[in-house]
Structures are given as C-alpha cells and as structure tokens.
C-alpha cells in the first residue's frame, strides 16, 4: 500500500477539520463552537486547526463559503424558476454550510458579515439578470423573500411551511417573484 503524497494528506486533513466546523457551526452557531471542539470531532489537535486557519473567524469563513447557482444570461422567466428551483434545498436538507451562517448570522458580527457579502453577491448577479432602475432593488427583494421562507422553515421551523411540499410554497411564490423579475414576465 503506497503512502499518500502530503498535499493528499493536507487536503483530506483540511476536509476533515472543514466538515466538522460546518456540523458544529449549523448545529451549535458561531459563538458556541469551539477550535478545541472542532479539532476533536475531526480527530486533529488543535493547533493543526489554528495552524490551517489562523483564526476561528477565519475557520468560520471557509466553512460557510457557497458558491451559488449562475443566473447571467438568464430571461426573467428563467431567472424566476432558477430562484424557486433552489427552494427544494433551502426546504429540504440543507448543507451544513448555509445552515451554519444562517445560525450565526444573527448574533455574530463576522457571520454577518460574511451573510451580508454572500446575499450581496446573488443581489448583484441576480439583479445584473434584470432590466430596469429598480433591477438591483427587485433583486435584493427576491433573496429576501428567499432568506425569509428559508429561516422559517429551517431555523423557526415554522409548521406552516414545514407541512407544505416545496411544489406548492414555489407555486405560491411563483407570481410575485415574476412580479419582482420584471414587467415583461407573463
């Protein structure tokens, strides 16, 4: 059996200690999670955390990164049924990622800080979609509307949207997001 070279072994390491920061972060928020609890469940010491990451804003950081779905070049009915098509994750099980800066970001600065920069980002490149003044408005009311549903059903478990299949909340939603994609929208 032959040796993992070390950057192999660096990056299943830096997997490791990045799976169970997401795991702690989504279950536990930002200011109950620990580097020491981190390094425990991904079976490192804890200074090997401190050492790949430097911090534990750092740490949070690279655990809550997403990249979202491209909407460029999308038409406003397209851009309207990329945005629900995303529901079923946001209903559904939830990567640890997004759940974890959705904890956070209400009661820790940086978490808002990154929300803040993660939301802008998709305003941008939604309203970038979009024609018209108002487009980067509409656009920041679309993720809104999004962010809202999503809290609700994931972190307020709210019964009303729990109970309901992600079809019927996208069905409901569906004409005023087409309202917000703009005028042109049948």
Do not use: N, W
């Not at 974890?100 to 998709?122: C, D, F, K, N, Y």
């Amino acid at each position: 059996m032959s040796e993992l070279p070390r950057a192999e072994r660096r990056r299943r390491t830096e997997r490791r200690i990045l799976d169970a920061a997401r795991e702690l972060f989504a279950e536990r928020g930002f200011e109950r999670t620990t580097i020491r609890a981190v390094a425990q469940s991904a079976g490192v010491d804890p200074a090997l955390v401190m050492q790949y990451f430097g911090s534990k804003q750092e740490l949070f950081s690279a655990a809550v990164r997403v990249t979202p779905a491209p909407v460029a070049g999308l038409g406003p009915e397209e851009l309207v049924e990329q945005v629900l098509a995303s529901l079923g994750m946001k209903l559904g099980e939830m990567p640890q990622a997004s759940l974890a800066m959705m904890r956070s970001m209400l009661t820790h600065p940086e978490a808002a800080a990154s929300a803040r920069a993660v939301l802008s980002g998709q305003i941008a490149q939604i309203g970038e979609s979009m024609s018209g003044e108002d487009a980067r408005l509409r656009a920041a009311l679309m993720t809104t509307i999004m962010l809202g549903v999503t809290v609700g059903h994931q972190l307020l478990e709210l019964d009303e949207l729990r109970d309901v299949p992600p079809e019927k909340i996208a069905r409901l939603l569906r004409p005023c997001l087409r309202a917000l994609a703009g005028p042109d929208v049948p």
